[in-house]
């Protein structure tokens, strides 16, 4: 994977019925765990919608400006976040700085989870059979 690849969300088309989740978890995790996902769905109930938040690759990106440890780096080819587990604290400012929600923090793991695009070929997308998630 040489360039960005953009991941556009469709929320209406979300049906919550979070299969993005397992395949992510499960790829990423070796196991299936919502909270092992890079990906996350979340409820909006008084909308009566589903919303999946990944990474939209930003150029210059919030999570990355906000960390205090330099744990997070993007790549300048791709624009995937990457994390150092040995350098995060926890602190979850860059949790804090995306406006898209699409990096969080896991109270359950003590780790930090960000899309990673399963190496160019995105699960999500390829399991996404009502086309929520799709390639830009």
């Known amino acids: 994977m ?10 209406p ?7 993005c989740e397992m ?3 499960l790829n990423s995790g070796g196991t299936v765990n919502l909270e092992k996902a890079n990906i996350r769905v979340t ?12 990474c939209q690759l930003c150029d210059d990106p919030d999570c990355v400006n906000a960390c205090p440890s330099d744990a997070l780096t993007q790549d300048e080819q791709t ?5 150092s587990d040995e350098l995060c604290t926890g602190c979850e400012a860059c949790c804090d700085a995306c406006p898209h ?3 969080r923090w896991s109270d359950v793991t003590q780790k930090l989870y960000v899309c990673d695009r399963c ?16 390639i830009k």
Do not use: M, W
């Open 101 to 103: 929600d699409a990096i």
């Open 13 to 19: 088309l979300c049906t919550g019925c979070r299969i």
């Open 43 to 54: 409820d909006n109930y008084p909308e009566s919608l589903y919303v999946p938040h990944i």
């Open 79 to 83: 624009g995937i976040i990457s994390i």
């Open 119 to 134: 190496g160019g070929d995105p699960l999500c997308v390829q399991f996404c059979t009502i086309k929520a998630l799709q």
């Open 2 to 11: 040489a360039s960005k690849q953009i991941i556009e969300v469709h929320t």
């Open 23 to 25: 395949v992510c978890s």
